[in-house]
């Protein structure tokens, strides 16, 4: 069974860092596309970013870009997010979730539990 | 970017009535990659319809997909109480990846 579990997030002030991972199990990690999506309090779904399976390529929202970068350990089954230069806008649950095949768009079969970032002074 | 609007906002029906819910793109969705998604309090989404059309893994028949294009629809053939959620639409042919607003389908 595919399970994805979520952690890093935390309460940090404006113009801070944080570095969020997602542990995956019960797949082969590297044959997957993996995404970030985040859902402000009381909002909708926004993705964020995406990485292939092979690591060597990435997608990002322009209202990250620059500032988040996504990448992925194989070896570890495990999905980073680095987040700097963090705005209260960026408050969110942030999900990962797996796509379905390993290059850009595909469908998000699995999701992580979220994990809350909360970016205030 | 492709703009997915979803109508309505809320829709208040009973248990065993029928749901539909819409999602209208600004432009053509490539090759009717366009997903729907079920969200309720503090859960993460859960994936239901793929292709359009295709139900995932375990969803039961009861919910179905259509449409192509820029117009798509979600239908409940008869809502169950576990049904009364939110459902998101979501194209994943083009980038940026973009969801609709969410449709709340709750009880009358």
């Known amino acids: 069974e595919v399970q994805l579990v979520d952690s890093g997030g935390d309460l940090v002030q404006p113009g801070g860092s944080l570095r969020l991972s997602c542990a995956a199990s019960?797949?082969?990690?590297?044959?997957?596309?993996m995404n970030w999506v985040r859902q402000a309090p009381g909002k909708g779904l926004e993705w964020v970013s995406t990485?292939?399976?092979?690591?060597?390529?990435?997608m990002y929202a322009d209202s990250v870009k620059g500032r988040f970068t996504i990448s992925r350990d194989n070896s570890k089954n495990t999905l980073y997010l680095q987040m700097n230069s963090l705005r209260a806008e960026d408050t969110a649950i942030y999900y990962c979730?797996?796509?379905?095949?390993?290059?850009?768009?595909?469908?998000?079969?699995?999701w992580g539990q979220g994990t809350p970032v909360t970016v205030s002074s | 970017e492709i703009v997915l609007t979803q109508s309505p906002g809320t829709l208040s029906l009973s248990p065993g009535e029928r749901a539909t819910l819409s999602c209208r793109a600004s432009?053509?969705?490539?090759?009717?990659?366009l997903a729907w998604y079920q969200q309720k309090p503090g859960r993460a989404p859960r994936l239901l319809i793929y292709?359009?059309?295709s139900r995932a893994t375990g969803i039961p028949d009861r919910f179905s997909g259509s449409g192509s294009g820029t117009d798509f629809t979600l239908t409940i053939s008869r809502l169950e109480p576990e049904d009364f959620a939110v459902y998101f639409c979501?194209?994943?042919?083009?980038?940026?990846?973009?969801f609709g607003g969410g449709t709340k389908v709750e009880i009358k």
């Open positions: 432009q053509s969705v490539s090759s009717s990659y």
């Open positions: 979501q194209q994943y042919g083009s980038s940026p990846l973009t």
């Open positions: 292709g359009a059309s």
């Open positions: 990485i292939v399976g092979s690591a060597d390529s990435t």
């Open positions: 019960g797949l082969t990690f590297g044959s997957y596309a």
């Open positions: 979730a797996k796509s379905y095949g390993s290059g850009w768009y595909h469908r998000l079969d699995y």
